[in-house]
């Protein structure tokens, strides 16, 4: 089931996101709509808290890049309960946009490489170094985790020069070709 996508301003993209309970009954048709969620928008990584739900699952799906980066073919994963437990020093500047902030893009630096810890599909854990394009979107999406958005980590004049279109979320207004829920007005 596609679910709407939380836009920037709503509390919940605010919110730190709590470990769950490893439980597949639950967990399962949860992923499924996060996936049909990630597909309908066109994106590749969404956190459950861009759905409303303030909870550490993360869907990824760089499938769609493999044309250009073959490593990444039917590369399709989830991750539940996933933390960035260090980074290295060396860091690289690329554009990102994301879901929750429909036609804003913006240069953001970031390490290039991590290492994390989550749960993956059938439930074993891992503690990993990952790096390349893979480590730079799951700090995307693990910053939803933590309460923070992409433009958290850009200047304050990169922040000055979107404020008109960061304003036009806090009242509501989000122009996108996928459901979304945004900050109630009045």
């Known amino acids: 089931m596609k679910l709407p996508i939380y836009i920037y301003g709503t509390p ?24 049909d ?3 309908a928008s066109n994106g590749i990584g ?3 808290p ?12 760089l499938n769609v890049l493999s044309d250009d980066l073959p490593e990444y ?9 996933a933390h960035i437990l260090e980074t290295n020093d060396e860091t690289e500047t690329m554009e990102e946009g994301c879901l929750s902030l429909p036609g804003i893009t ?9 290492r994390v810890s989550y749960y993956d599909e059938q439930f074993q854990p891992h503690d990993e170094w990952v790096d ?18 992409f433009t958290d980590r850009i200047s304050s004049f990169r922040k000055q020069m979107i404020k008109s279109k960061l304003t036009a979320f806090l009242k509501g207004k989000a122009r996108c070709s996928y459901k979304v829920k945004t900050v109630k007005k009045g």
């Open 132 to 149: 390349g394009y893979l480590a730079r979107v799951m700090q995307h999406e693990f910053d939803h985790l933590e309460g923070r958005v």
């Open 37 to 39: 969620t990630l597909d």
């Open 46 to 48: 969404l956190a459950a």
């Open 106 to 114: 913006e240069s953001v630096t970031r390490p290039t490489r991590i």
């Open 50 to 61: 861009q759905i409303g739900k303030p909870i550490r699952v993360v869907v990824i799906d």
């Open 73 to 81: 073919k039917d590369f399709r994963h989830v991750y539940y309960n």
């Open 12 to 35: 919940v993209l605010r919110e730190v996101a709590q470990d769950v309970e490893l439980n597949r009954e639950v967990l399962l048709p949860l992923v499924q709509d996060m996936f």
